[in-house]
């Protein structure tokens, strides 16, 4: 009679027709032969009582069992899972041991077919919504309804749930033992109404004491029973279930709440139940990746220390001291609160003056994360807030995913470029979805339209950069500080590439102090020849050129001085070796000491020192050509000031007059503003001028501000446009080292301006000597750094008549009191005049 390997299994519900993942401790190599002999065919039995292999007799045994294919044996931490798939059920007539192997012997046994293939559906069908009823009693039960629901047959169903309901060994057995079918699906049913009872009346009995203790135990049960109903799931299909577990672990983990959760949980399910294939199934499977990265408990933070706070500051940016002030006062807040107060930060200057990499500073000074969002050229809500998940390839938004990058709840997040934020089109207004993530009052449930869950911002430390405040939003505007950050003076420059830049340069490129060293001489003419910016990312740029130049010229130098070197040694061990006496000997070693020397003067020569007069060779000869000002200006050109996103500059305001019929005439790109200033300087100066014999009727005036290519807008011309004009008609011309800035009114006054440091800074690099200024805007001198303060002469102005008197030197006449009462005069005369 044939015999096969015997697999006992003890407490486990077997039928026939069903896969099992059976965890086998020990599987020797005999065993293994044995099952390859047999053509992957074993038979699994019941065991009455968990007992040795070797050590069981046929009393120890149920009488049946089933045949069932080896699919595959895999090792495991604790010995073999053996995947089988059982076929029919046997009776055992022997079992013996032989060797290490046991086996048996066997005679089918059939199963009476007493139900028909449609009422085993039924039953099916009720048996999986009585289990699928029960598991809602449990927290993870939907899962486990999961995998009730991809059961196919009665047997995989009984051999699934069964296995944790609180059955003994033999009742376990008498669903193999049956020979009926719907027998087996009424004792499976039975079996289920049992645990049922127990449920209920587990609940009934929580329900009335219904105390944390109760509770207590009730989740401790509870838990037990899913801590072994997952175990057998995880058996079933091991895959799927890691994934689901590695799920299950990183959201226990990230410690979200509880709201949170069941959106997350939803969408687990869904993935869990989706086929490989299925094209929703990458999505569910970014969500999932997305939220459980995301940190849902903020960090602990290290007490703010500002001695360490300023120390780090200090450490990382020369100068800028206010910005350091007003940042140290808001951590002395925090620390004194022990909590994020105070208003968000806006820092505000040219590109390239530290902005971004304060805020890097100000993360190390407190000790947190640090990411950042750029918002430049944001046009789309979607792009701030996410795409809801409907879309195709929809994503988180960019405040989302930063907080993602930086991998903490509580991180310090520098918004760079909130002024290039464009105005919302149909696709809703970015600026007001930012306006949710700053203000206090709601970032504390800011909805990512991709999450669809709440999370909480409160604890963010949010930095804004931008180049200019014009073109924020007002209600964004309102919600922050703004620190302005006016440029650097060629000074401070000089510092700070001294100081900072050089030595990052070097160390990026590999070079140390004994390669290359470079003079304060050649330092300032970097800044002055090639760099032309209020911050020092060019500089940056051109100390990185340098240092790179210098690098690869070491490096030739090297390689040719090796190969010099070589041929060098070879003669001196000659010489060496060839001397026999002593005294030869002393004159080879003095000779040696010689070679030493010179080896050590190489070395130093070998250092690289860039004086002024050798930029060019490094950087080029292209440096950058400044608008300086003239060596003289004709009547009607003056020097005026300008403001730039980029800093301050120089620009000239051209006027000349033609015959014509009293027209103005405007050029040079300018913005409406500008235009406005110059007919307010026009009619200003034909006030004046209405009682001299000047006449306008008959001339046009043209305005021209050269460098058409840049757009210029902005109210601080009008002084300089007033100014070229009375200079053009009194033919008096203006020093041309003298610059002026200031707008206009009708009666003559002269009105504050911004932009002051930066202007003020572009005058003095120019080479202006002396600066008009608007007398309302006196009280900004003091963030004007004394180096260029000490530089210019700088005079403030109330009104047009004492700005003329500074440039010109000449008293503008008075303006007519009754304009009305000579125009009409002027008609009268016309006719005179013409004739
Ligand atoms: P922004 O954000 O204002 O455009 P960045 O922060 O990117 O400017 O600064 C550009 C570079 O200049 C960085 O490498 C930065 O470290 C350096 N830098 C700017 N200001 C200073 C300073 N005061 N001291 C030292 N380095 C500075």
């Excluded at 007490?303 to 300023?310: C, G, P, Q, S, T």
């Excluded at 073109?471 to 964004?476: D, E, K, R, V």
């Excluded at 040079?668 to 500008?674: C, F, K």
């Excluded at 041309?736 to 800035?741: E, K, N, P």
Aim: net charge negative.
């Amino acid at each position: 009679m044939k015999s096969y390997l015997v697999i006992p299994s003890y407490d486990t519900v077997i039928l026939p027709d069903v896969d099992y993942q059976l965890g086998v401790e020990e599987l020797n190599e005999d065993e293994k032969s044995r099952i390859k002999i047999d053509d992957n065919k074993v038979l699994i039995v019941p065991m009455k009582e968990a007992k040795g292999k070797m050590d069981l007799t046929m009393s120890d045994v149920y009488g049946l069992g089933v045949l069932a294919d080896v699919l595959d044996i895999n090792s495991t931490k604790v010995g073999y899972r053996v995947h089988a798939r059982t076929r029919e059920k046997v009776e055992i007539t022997s079992l013996t041991g032989n060797g290490d192997i046991l086996e048996a012997t066997f005679e089918p046994k059939d199963e009476v077919l007493d139900i028909t293939l449609k009422g085993e559906k039924d039953l099916l069908d009720t048996l999986k919504k009585d289990i699928t009823e029960l598991t809602t009693h449990f927290q993870g039960g939907q899962m486990a309804a999961g995998y009730v629901e991809r059961c196919k047959s009665i047997n995989e169903l009984g051999a699934m749930f069964c296995q944790f309901l609180d059955m003994s060994p033999d009742e376990k057995y008498a669903l193999l033992e049956t020979d009926s079918m719907k027998q087996r699906g009424l004792l499976i049913e039975e079996a289920l109404k049992r645990f049922k009872g127990t449920v209920d009346m587990q609940e009934a009995l929580n329900d009335r004491y219904n105390a944390t203790e109760g509770n207590f135990y009730k989740k401790a049960a509870i838990e037990k029973q899913i801590g072994l109903l997952q175990k057998e799931l995880d058996d079933m299909d091991p895959d799927a279930a890691e994934e689901e577990n590695d799920y299950r672990r990183k959201i226990e983990e990230s410690g979200m709440p509880a709201e949170a959760r069941k959106e997350v949980d939803r969408v687990l399910k869904r993935y869990m139940e989706m086929q490989p294939n299925d094209p929703d199934r990458a999505s569910s499977e970014n969500y999932l990746d997305f939220v459980t990265s995301l940190k849902w408990k903020p960090d602990e933070l290290p007490k703010v220390d500002l001695k360490e706070a300023r120390r780090i500051l200090d450490k990382d940016h020369y100068g800028l001291d206010k910005v350091k002030e007003r940042i140290l006062q808001q951590l002395a807040v925090m620390a004194l609160k022990n909590k994020q107060e105070g208003s968000i930060l806006l820092l505000v200057g040219a590109p390239g003056t530290g902005k971004t990499s304060m805020g890097k500073s100000i993360a190390e000074a407190l000790g947190r994360k640090y990411v950042r969002i750029s918002l430049g050229g944001v046009r789309d809500e979607a792009e701030i807030r996410g795409h809801r998940r409907t879309y195709v390839g929809a994503m988180p938004g960019r405040i989302m995913e930063g907080i993602k990058r930086s991998g903490a709840m509580n991180p310090v997040v520098v918004l760079d470029e909130v002024d290039k934020l464009t105005e919302g089109g149909f696709s809703g207004d970015p600026s007001s979805a930012l306006l949710e993530v700053l203000d206090p009052e709601q970032n504390n449930t800011f909805v990512d339209h991709y999450m669809n869950i709440p999370y909480d911002l409160s604890n963010v430390f949010f930095i804004c950069t931008a180049n200019s405040w014009d073109t924020i939003p007002q209600p964004l505007l309102d919600r922050m500080e703004v620190i302005q950050l006016s440029g650097y003076t060629p000074y401070e420059k000089e510092q700070i590439a001294k100081k900072h830049l050089l030595p990052r340069a070097m160390e990026d490129t590999g070079l140390t102090r004994k390669d290359l060293s470079v003079t304060d001489g050649a330092i300032r003419r970097i800044v002055s020849e090639y760099t032309s910016e209020a911050g020092v990312r060019g500089l940056k740029k051109q100390l990185d050129k340098l240092c790179r130049v210098v690098a690869a010229k070491l490096v030739e130098k090297r390689m040719e001085e090796e190969s010099g070197a070589s041929s060098e040694t070879e003669e001196k061990c000659e010489t060496a070796a060839g001397a026999e006496n002593t005294s030869e000997k002393t004159a080879a070693s003095e000779k040696a000491d010689a070679e030493t020397e010179k080896t050590e003067k190489k070395e130093k020569s070998k250092k690289i020192t860039v004086k002024e007069k050798d930029v060019p060779e490094y950087l080029g000869n292209k440096g950058i050509l400044h608008d300086r000002v003239q060596k003289h200006n004709p009547a009607g050109i003056v020097t005026g000031l300008a403001w730039t996103q980029a800093g301050g500059e120089i620009l000239f305001i051209e006027t000349t007059a033609m015959r014509g019929s009293g027209q103005i005439k405007l050029t040079g790109q300018l913005g409406d503003v500008m235009k406005e200033s110059a007919s307010i300087a026009a009619s200003l100066l034909k006030s004046y001028y209405i009682n001299s014999d000047l006449n306008f009727r008959e001339r046009d005036i043209h305005i021209h501000v050269p460098e058409g290519a840049v757009p210029k807008d902005g109210p601080s011309a009008g002084i300089t446009m007033f100014t070229a004009l009375t200079s053009l008609v009194n033919n008096k011309p203006v020093p041309s080292d003298l610059a002026m800035t200031g707008e206009i009114s009708l009666r003559g006054q002269v009105l504050p301006i911004g932009g002051l440091p930066e202007k003020l800074m572009a005058a003095q690099r120019a080479g202006v000597k002396k600066v008009l200024i608007p007398k309302d805007n006196e009280r900004d001198l003091e963030d004007v750094p004394k180096e260029v303060r000490d530089h210019l002469t700088i005079v403030p102005v109330e009104n047009v008549r004492q700005a003329i008197r500074e440039a010109i030197g000449i008293e503008l006449p008075k303006p007519a009191h009754n304009l009305f009462e000579k125009m009409k005069g002027d008609e009268e005369n016309e006719p005179a005049e013409k004739k």
